[in-house]
């Protein structure tokens, strides 16, 4: 069964470094996400993405963040200078057209600023 | 805006047991779909069972059942049988036709053996 992927699975940055994290969707997928989760905290939207531009994006999605789709299958988030607040799980999702709006999350990516 | 609310922050429940987690959501929209995800300790989001709301029938998968009412905004998950692998976080969550997801803030299942 495909499967939306991340790397790396954990990431240890100092803050004010760039990270760049890293998701392959479902390959016939369009539609791309990522959404945050601080420990013990719920699940929060950052950004999707559709047809090679962001579609909606909520207010953590600063200017900080940038999403891109570099080729045909990578979605990338670029941190560009980290905070003590960005440190968190980092989900990417992805979704299809079979007409259930059901989307796929990868493992994620724990992201931790020191 | 669109809410989600899970006012259970912990459950348990006896293996082999049935467990209902609540779930309320907000909007004004007629037309969204539900859904249950399961985190067990991985962190990883697990689709657990999925609800459009133009249908009037629950939804099933297994063990897993939802009680779904419209006109109250109301969305559990019912787990029967209860096994041990179902310890985990279990959030609900809300979409429109288009957009993004909208979790609750999860209700954390302990099963006892």
């Known amino acids: 069964e495909p499967e939306v992927t991340q790397t790396p699975s954990h990431q240890v940055t100092q803050m004010g470094q760039e990270v760049i994290l890293r998701c392959v969707p479902i390959?016939?997928?369009?539609?791309f996400y990522w959404y945050r989760q601080i420990l013990g905290q719920k699940v929060e939207f950052l950004v999707s993405f559709y047809n090679n531009e962001i579609s909606e994006k909520s207010e953590i999605f600063d200017d900080q963040f940038s999403v891109e789709r570099p080729d045909g299958s990578n979605f990338t988030l670029k941190i560009r200078s980290t905070k003590l607040e960005d440190s968190a799980m980092y989900f990417c999702?992805?979704?299809?057209?079979?007409?259930?709006?059901?989307?796929?999350f990868g493992p994620g990516t724990r992201l931790t600023v020191l | 805006a669109q809410t989600v609310t899970q006012s259970q922050p912990e459950m348990s429940v006896q293996e082999a047991e049935t467990v209902t987690l609540s779930c309320t959501y907000d909007?004004?929209?007629?037309?969204?779909?539900l859904f249950w995800y399961k985190q067990p300790p991985s962190r990883q989001m697990i689709l657990v069972i999925r609800q459009e709301a133009y249908k009037q029938q629950n939804a099933t998968e297994n063990r897993f059942s939802v009680n779904f009412q419209k006109a109250a905004k109301s969305f559990s998950l019912k787990i029967s049988d209860s096994q041990l692998g179902d310890a985990a976080m279990y959030f609900c969550?809300?979409?429109?036709?288009?957009?993004?997801?909208?979790f609750g803030q999860g209700t954390i299942l302990t099963v006892h053996p």
């Open positions: 969550a809300y979409i429109p036709s288009y957009g993004k997801l909208t």
């Open positions: 390959s016939n997928h369009l539609y």
């Open positions: 909007t004004s929209e007629s037309d969204y779909y």
């Open positions: 999702a992805s979704r299809g057209l079979d007409g259930t709006n059901t989307q796929y």
